[in-house]
């Protein structure tokens, strides 16, 4: 059966664009194009989820993979170099990872028939589980846009162990890349032309850094409106503060990484990352202390004032400012420690 | 109380490692002494679930209370307790206790200045590992992986110099490994809709000619084969946990595996079934081929390094090829032998890393020609050493005789002589390379008792790390003669019904 | 060919899987291999959103009209979005990891070319 939206001719097409997307950013020589080209990728595949009603997930790749992943993959390379040295032969060993990926390939694509049909409401994964937060997110959680009930209530845990992947992945490139430089401020930090990034000069992009003065408040306030908001409109703490982390990234990239460094010292920065899973585990542990399991927000009624469902309602909003406390520092300790290359002093 | 236990097995070093990132900043020495605590509460809450689970079967945790929604399906996450998992969080949340405690001197001495943040990601690494092991989701599942993979590479990554290509290798396998099980859980949820485990375990029938599902399964198998260093996925795991720091890959090698082929054991017989198996007989002699060349090529390597970390790295991965082997047998004597030989050889792995840990720390490097006369220098440290390597060789009565007398019987009982074969094989290379230690740091030098030869100063480890070494040492004699009640009261009911009968 | 046709998502699924799992095996350069690893991701994510995917369906938020009885055929599938919220910021995490272990590498040996590096530490 075909896709019957209206335009699913428009569907195959941003389908195929996405392969020949992949393609290219493979194929081309220049890492820094490849990025480029990756970012298209990105932005390509959040239009097709969006196509598929996923507008939280697109929201979320969009601001994600086509923003943020694309940035760090621009820092690194920012800091090393974008050509790529070629050397010949190696064709034998390219080609017999090729056959052997085709063979996986066609190993899954004999379970195809075996599939249900493409959008069909009645399919198992549609029919089995699903339903019951349509038809109860509303009575358990008041929350009516489904993704955050289940993302913060029904599976509160996978979005709790998410949050400290974040984290982890904050504190291990911290571990990683961070280079103790001078012990006193007022010390230079030495000059190592191994390590060092390159100095970056801001003064010929005038138009993009007062655009940016421009946007950056406007960003941060919808940022906050996504956080706020997202029990009633796509979004929610992951989306709201990786756009607010993208908003201080903004301004790192489009004046220099000193103009941030100015206002967010390492120490408050990285204690900030950690704060934001604090709050989310503290009040998973607080519903331990009224009386019901691990992240049972509604056992909170008793310190909250309305009913059960209300109280889960509260509770959701809480564990998503956490997350989006996290993902923002997150967001930019990373960035920090990618386009300084550790030295947490200048870069891109 | 005791209802909130199987979660505080996974709240102690989850919100340990939180604490401990604020005190890395605040208060850096109570960094270590937070994520000690948080380890012995949760080794305390496995001890506990130990018992009770044996008592009174398995336990059931509902996080967010979303279990009893008069819903045919669990709509939330839950962990489940229960006798197959018991022994293995306590032997993860023991062992991970014991090599923190073992672990503060090498760190101190090895990562100088550099340790803000390991003691945090130590203790994420447990969270994650314990996480695999309890919880009832095979989602929940890919996300703790993650967990514990992620703080893995930062370990690993401490060690510096090659240390950073090791992990980076280490980091595109493992993506890959998560990738395809992720992509296997997506096969078994587009047939079933459901990716809570008692939950498919009670649908999806037991003779199930869905593609898809066989699909899904083959990925997911191939997903924790990458995770689990099995053969021909083995590539990354000898340089990672070879150029990490001691510290790190004492508590790595010993766990960070077992899990792995603890998620396997759970996809196979709790998703899925025992018949499966059996009625797939093409892929079950395949996978057991596999594991006689796993622990073929892991013993031939072993043989073939100079380095005692590279050696014990290959080690390891002959002994997944037994557990892997035993648990795809799919007989009673095999299965038992598999998850027998899970605690067992985390116990002996820890043992054999935290001895090397010891030379290391007092040779400075552990290659085999600068342990002359280490016997001498060492005399505590290197007896731990001897018994660790007679147990990896199966010398009654430490555990890894028992594990393996399961093995060969199982092995047996099916008639896969090759397989016997292999456990014999390595069980003599084992040998070899023991002599080769005993002739080169005992046998090469002059005898010091002997007058007129120069006296070698004792220089042993700090008590600090010998306690420890010394008493892991200790428990696989233990462990082996605790075999029978192990054996008897838990592993029989982990085991499918349907072979106990 | 039919059944192709019906199931292009699965299709599209399939081929970028391939060129993910190809490129982190096969390509030399270690950033190729990141962005190979992160189209491997969004390879799978595709796949989940395609299993939640329903004709005719809207987005999983609820109308106030609905609120005392929605339709759930018209509802799409939460499940499948919220499992793929985590997988993209499961696959940043380790996009930035691996990143950062590549800058390192990078400053080690001034190369990103695999072979290369693996000569120079041989030395």
Known sequence: ?348 | MTGQLPIIVILGPLLAAILAAFTAWLRPKLSYPLVVLGLAISFTAALKLVFIVADEGAKIYWLGNWGNQNHEFVVGIQITVDNLNTLLLTTVSGIALLTALYAKRLVETELAGRQRYFYALLSLLVTGLLGISITGDIFNLYVFLEIAALSSYALIAYGKGRAYMASFNYLIMGTMGACLYLLGVGFVFIKHGTLNIDNLSGIIPTLDPSQALFVGFVLILLGVWVKMAFFPFHGWLPNAYTHAPTASAAVLAPLATKVAVYAMLRIMFTVYSLDYITHSPGIQSVVLYLSTIAIVVGSFFSLTQTNLKMIACYFIISEIGYMVGGAWLANKPGLTGAMYHLVADAAMTSALFMAIGCIVYRLGQAQLDDLKGVFFKMPVTMGAFVVTMAALIGVPPTCGFFSKWYLIQGAAEAGVWHFVAALLLSSLVKAIILFRIIEIGYNRVAHPAIEGNPAIPRNEAPLSMLIPTVAMTLGLIALGLATNTLVNTIIVNAVPAALTQ | ?123
């Open chain 1, 1 to 348: 059966m075909m896709p019957s939206l209206p335009i699913w001719q428009f569907d195959v097409l941003l389908l195929v664009l996405v392969v020949l997307f992949a393609v290219v950013a493979l194929s081309i020589r220049n890492l820094m194009g490849a990025a480029v080209v990756f970012g298209a990728y990105s932005f390509m595949m959040c239009l097709i989820w969006a196509g598929m009603g996923a507008v939280d997930v697109a929201f979320t790749e969009a601001a994600v993979g086509a923003g943020v992943s694309t940035v760090f993959i621009v820092s690194t390379i920012y800091n090393t170099s974008a050509t790529m040295r070629s050397r010949p032969g190696g064709i034998a060993f390219k080609l017999f990872i090729g056959v052997v990926v085709t063979l996986a390939g066609v190993f899954l694509l004999s379970a195809l028939p075996d599939f249900p049909d493409w959008g069909d409401p009645n399919s198992p994964a549609n029919a089995t589980v699903a339903p019951y937060y349509i038809e109860n997110s509303i009575r358990d959680t008041h929350v009516p846009n489904l993704v955050t009930s289940v993302l913060a209530d029904y599976r509160g845990f996978d979005t709790l162990l998410e949050t400290i992947v974040v984290f982890i992945a904050c504190i291990a490139i911290y571990s990683i890349l961070r280079i103790e430089t001078a012990k006193s401020k007022t010390d230079e930090p030495e000059e190592d032309t191994a390590t060092a990034p390159p100095s970056y000069d801001p003064s010929d992009s005038l138009i993009v850094r007062q655009a940016s003065r421009f946007m950056v408040p406007f960003m941060q306030l919808f940022a906050l409106y996504v956080i706020a908001h997202g029990h009633y409109s796509p979004g929610g703490g992951f989306q709201g503060g990786v756009i607010l982390g993208a908003s201080l990234i903004l301004l790192a990239i489009s004046f220099d990484l000193k103009f941030i460094l100015r206002q967010w010292r390492e120490k408050p920065l990285m204690l900030l990352v950690a704060s934001g899973v604090c709050l989310y585990a503290t009040v998973g542990l607080a519903c331990m202390f009224t009386g019901g399991n691990y992240l049972d927000y509604g056992s909170l009624d008793s310190v909250l004032p309305n009913d059960r469902a209300m109280a889960r309602s509260h509770g959701i909003l809480l564990v998503e400012i956490g997350v989006g406390i996290t993902v923002m520092f997150s967001m930019l300790a990373i960035h920090i420690n990618l386009a300084s290359n550790g030295r947490f002093d200048r870069g891109l």
């Open chain 3, 1 to 123: 060919m039919e059944n192709l046709i019906a199931n292009f998502n699965y299709v599209i699924v399939v081929i970028l899987m391939m060129i993910g799992l190809w490129s982190m095996l096969a390509q030399k350069n270690l950033i190729k291999k990141c962005i190979g690893m992160a189209i491997l991701q969004t390879g799978i994510i595709l796949f989940f959103i395609s299993i939640g995917a329903k004709n005719n369906a809207l987005i999983p938020i609820l109308t106030e009209a609905a609120y005392s009885d929605p339709d759930v055929a018209t509802v799409a599938n939460p499940l499948t979005q919220i499992l793929m919220l985590t997988a993209i910021v499961v696959g940043v995490a380790t996009l930035g990891v691996g990143l950062g272990l590549a800058q390192k590498i990078y400053h080690q040996h001034s190369s990103f070319d695999e072979d290369e590096i693996l000569e120079n530490q041989r030395k």
